[in-house]
């Protein structure tokens, strides 16, 4: 494991608004997401309308992910001075249902943890569960400030931009913060930039989290899912006692694949209608997703 007692959050790199003490505890490297020119004239509806109309839409689609198993696989690369692998944390769970019909996790393959300078927190592995995979219902709607930005391409999706930040913070809780790209035709999130909040920068027991990006793909021709996460930053850790402030490059991505409908007796709707099994295969990840790379 460490050979400090340090405990460190995925490392991942976009454009997260944060505060200038988040700031302090990470720096980001930038990536090319393939953003258009931001149009900051006014929507044709009101924003509080859209952020009304989409949150239903991500309700929807919350309830339908839990009706598909799919696979997940994650991977966390210390990186050192030569920009080499220098330690690594990789595991590749699968999102099933048991016998019961119970929904659960399966390890399918977990190699040894090579990790060095950092070592896994429990908000870490809460975050690849669910915060990576952010979604903004109605029921979340009251814990966040929502703030338009703008109409942008991604690129070949025309989007609403929005700021996205908690109002408060209650321990114990994690939080988004940074900005969605919401899709003007179907009103869902299609890429999410940010950071799961809050950090612990306090000596000897620091838990930092750096910005991270994750893209969605339609792939029941219906509802946007995730399909990976990516990104790279360096993690500014304070020090403590018997040890000195070091700062620790890293490197993560995580892939969603094998979208697949559970059960023949599962319902999942659309706009109030119910989507039937057409015998649609599940669209792979797109080509952008970079494969594990060693």
């Keep these: 494991m460490a050979s400090r007692n340090l405990i460190v959050a995925m490392a991942f790199a976009g454009c997260a608004l944060t505060t200038a003490q988040d700031k302090a505890s990470f720096t980001p490297m930038p990536l090319d997401s393939g953003f258009g020119r931001m149009e900051l004239s006014d929507p044709p509806v009101p924003p509080e309308q859209i952020i009304k109309d989409f949150a239903a839409k991500e309700t929807e689609f919350q309830d339908a992910l839990g009706h598909y198993t799919y696979r997940r696989t994650a991977s ?28 659960t996790e399966r390890v399918d393959f977990a190699p040894p943890n090579t990790l060095k300078q950092i070592m896994m927190s429990p908000t870490d592995l809460q975050d690849l569960q669910h915060g990576y995979s952010f979604v903004l219902t109605t029921a979340d709607l009251p814990a966040y400030d929502i703030k338009y930005v703008g109409r942008q391409q991604v690129d070949e999706v ?32 299609v890429v999410t930039d940010g ?13 930092l989290h750096a910005p991270f990006i994750t893209w969605r793909q339609q792939i029941d021709g219906h509802y946007w899912f995730p399909v990976y996460s990516k990104g790279e930053g360096i993690l500014h850790f304070p020090g403590g006692y018997g040890y000195m ?50």
């Excluded at 050192?80 to 016998?99: A, L, P, R």
């Design 76 to 103: 966390v690369d210390e990186i050192d001075d030569d920009n080499k692998v220098s330690g690594e944390w990789y595991e590749v769970d699968d999102v099933i249902f048991d016998q019961t019909g119970r929904r």
């Design 195 to 207: 950071r799961m909040v809050p950090d612990d920068t306090r000596k000897n027991s620091a838990d």
């Design 245 to 294: 402030a070091e700062d620790v490059h890293i490197r993560e991505l995580i892939k969603f694949t094998d979208y697949k409908r559970f059960g023949t007796s599962s319902k999942v709707f659309y706009n109030g209608q119910e989507v039937t099994n057409d015998g649609q295969q599940p669209n792979p990840a797109p080509d952008a997703a970079p494969d594990k790379d060693k």
């Design 158 to 189: 025309e989007c609403y931009a929005f700021d996205v930040s908690p109002k408060t913070i209650e321990k114990g809780k994690r939080y988004f913060d940074g900005r969605i790209w919401v899709d003007t035709g179907d009103l869902q999130i």
